[in-house]
């Protein structure tokens, strides 16, 4: 999204974490495009600020999203992370606000099938994830004004080269025995490629009757479960996916994993494969002028050239990102707590 941005003409600042601005090789040559780069976190509300002055549009894609992190990383980051942003770059003086939000805001056990943007569930989402991206998703609705417009873009599960959060998870699975898909692997799954998902944000940041409005932003490729999978796993050189089982016995002992905190596929992983979800698009093709314009074999290829590159599912899973541990949130609540302490 970055060298997007970059690419397009716009004068970008880039806020960043200390070790990702060590982990990123090339980040001095985006900076030698023009980038400019703040060094902190969403915990760190006057380093937002700093950061989001002089621009007109804050882009906010930090979160932490999997559905295994602890409950404490996933409010600090996700839910107070997102109002520090929502809040500070208000302050700043920036006119839009693009947020990265998710279909899992509405994640149940159940089929979730041409779902639009107004459809809610009853009762909360299915994960403490999907809940927390619920609740981010409220604040930063709520925020919005005639001067500070807020557009929520809500992509179903992004894939595509460079993740380093899922896709070492699944590479792991695969070469254990194969990905499994429970059920008959003929139900409905909901993507996002990640260059379809780049595209809907700058169309996001022009698009004149967005503000205030909520999007899906979905591959609109229908796509079978089982078909998914496999190649997604043709793609990364794993083997074929494993299809079939019950629905509610995965789901069972999914449930049971989950409670005891054992490794192994939770509730969020069978419902994401087992159960049919689509989600309707038309108010992001009527108002952003989205068309999914990158096509799923396209994607595939460039998943297997970055797989390739990087040695294979091996070398994937060989870079995963670890998730935040709750003594680096408790780190970052402290200072935190420092600073609005000395503020006052």
């Not at 925020?143 to 807020?150: A, I, P, S, V």
């Not at 179903?156 to 008959?184: F, H, I, N, Q, S």
């Amino acid at each position: 999204m970055l060298r997007r941005a970059l690419a397009d003409g716009h004068r970008v600042h880039a806020l960043v974490r200390r070790s990702q601005v060590s982990r990123l090789e090339d980040w001095g040559a985006l900076k030698k495009h023009g980038a400019t780069v703040f060094e902190g976190h969403v915990g760190d509300p006057r380093a937002i600020e700093q950061a989001a002055r002089g621009c007109d549009v804050a882009i906010h894609a930090a979160a932490v999203a999997s559905h295994r992190a602890p409950s404490r990383v996933l409010g600090w980051v996700n839910v107070a992370g997102t109002s520090n942003v929502a809040r500070a770059v208000k302050r700043a003086g920036c006119q839009r606000m693009i947020h990265l939000s998710c279909t899992d805001v509405t994640l149940c056990n159940q089929k979730r099938v041409n779902w639009n943007e107004d459809r809610d569930l009853i009762g909360e989402p299915l994960d403490a994830h999907a809940h927390s991206k619920r609740q981010a998703e409220e604040i930063v609705v709520g925020l919005g004004t005639t001067e500070f417009q807020t557009v929520v873009l809500r992509p179903a599960t992004v894939w595509g080269p460079g993740d380093l959060r899922g896709l070492p998870e699944l590479c792991a699975e695969g070469l254990a025995g194969g990905v499994y898909v429970p059920g008959r692997g003929d139900n409905l799954v909901a993507a996002t490629y990640i260059e379809n998902l780049v595209d809907a944000v700058f169309m996001a940041i022009g698009a004149p009757d967005a503000g205030g409005a909520i999007y899906h932003i979905v591959d609109n490729e229908l796509t079978l479960a089982g078909e998914y999978y496999r190649e997604l796993s043709d793609a990364l050189g794993l083997p074929s996916p494993r299809i079939g089982g019950a629905y509610s016995i995965a789901y069972a002992r999914a449930w049971l994993r989950h409670r005891r905190g054992r490794p192994g596929l939770w509730p969020t992983d069978i419902v994401r494969r087992g159960r049919s979800a689509s989600f309707d698009q038309q108010r992001a093709i009527r108002e952003l002028g989205y068309s999914s314009a990158h096509r799923r074999a396209e994607g595939l290829e460039a998943l297997g050239a970055w797989a390739r590159e990087l040695g294979g599912p091996e070398g994937i899973f060989a870079r995963r990102r670890l998730l935040p541990k709750d003594s680096e949130v408790e780190e970052q609540i402290r200072l935190a707590d420092q600073d609005s302490a000395g503020g006052a």
